[in-house]
């Protein structure tokens, strides 16, 4: 699990995963929790929630939905694109107007990292 990267190929910083690293992640049975500390969103301007969703989308594309989850890093960044724990009520409606599935939405908000979770501690 790696739960606080985004995808290196939008974001070129150095804690993000590379194409060949979220393939090895996917492989693997893994999980990234997709960042939304700025920086590792978009380095030019200040990143607004659909830069952060082009990550989602990205990853999604790239290695399936199965694979993602949301890492916030809430207790440790000064600069994120969702600002606290109230802003995530906007995320249905967006993650539905990209054309995610509620089922596909269950799993990025909590399905995956419990499934993992379980295969961790049987």
Do not use: W
Request: proline letters at 2%; one cysteine or more; a negative charge.
């Amino acid at each position: 699990m790696v739960t606080h990267a985004n995808a290196r190929s939008i974001c070129d910083h150095p804690r993000n995963l590379s194409d060949s690293q979220l393939k090895s992640l996917a492989e693997s049975g893994g999980v990234i929790g997709l960042n939304q500390v700025s920086d590792f969103v978009k380095k030019d301007k200040k990143p607004d929630l659909d830069d952060f969703l082009n990550h989602v989308d990205y990853v999604a594309s790239l290695i399936g939905v199965q694979h993602i989850a949301l890492g916030s890093d809430f207790d440790g960044a000064d600069h994120v694109v969702l600002p606290g724990i109230d802003a995530y009520a906007r995320l249905e409606n967006c993650f539905l107007q990209r054309g995610f599935s509620r089922q596909e939405m269950e799993m990025i908000f909590n399905n995956n990292v419990e499934r993992v979770l379980r295969q961790i501690l049987k």
